[in-house]
């Protein structure tokens, strides 16, 4: 079972971008999942994160206000929404799987990687 993520790609100062994370089959249904990225040098951060029903959402306080995460299970996709983009949101986006239906911040809480997508924002 795979995670697939998408939507990543360049865009400017202020602008938006929406991010999707769809798994191979419907194995992620009762799980958390969440949102991270990784910028060149520095280490992985965790950007937002959901339950498995999406009631529960933690956003990054470097995100707050910016960036949006919901799922939709009947479809079994993943969002991420990002507006106001900034430079320092350039990054390597991943999407995964947590082991348990409740929101982790922890990447060694997820027991599935997708393959990440690429966010450049310039200035």
């Known amino acids: 079972v795979q995670l697939q993520a998408s939507g990543g790609g360049l865009a400017q100062v202020g602008g938006s971008l929406s991010l999707s994370c769809a798994s191979s089959?419907?194995?992620?249904?009762?799980?958390?999942m969440g949102w991270f990225r990784q910028a060149p040098g520095k280490e992985l951060e965790c950007v937002a994160t959901?339950?498995?029903?999406?009631?529960?959402?933690s956003i990054a306080d470097s995100v707050k206000g910016r960036f949006t995460i919901s799922r939709d299970r009947a479809k079994d996709l993943v969002y991420l929404q990002m507006n106001s983009l900034k430079p320092e949101d350039t990054a390597v986006y991943y999407c995964a799987a947590a082991r348990t239906s409740n929101t982790a911040s922890e990447p060694r809480s997820y027991r599935s990687w997708g393959q990440g997508t690429q966010v450049t924002i310039s200035s």
């Open positions: 959901i339950s498995w029903n999406g009631s529960v959402t």
């Open positions: 089959r419907r194995a992620f249904s009762i799980n958390a």
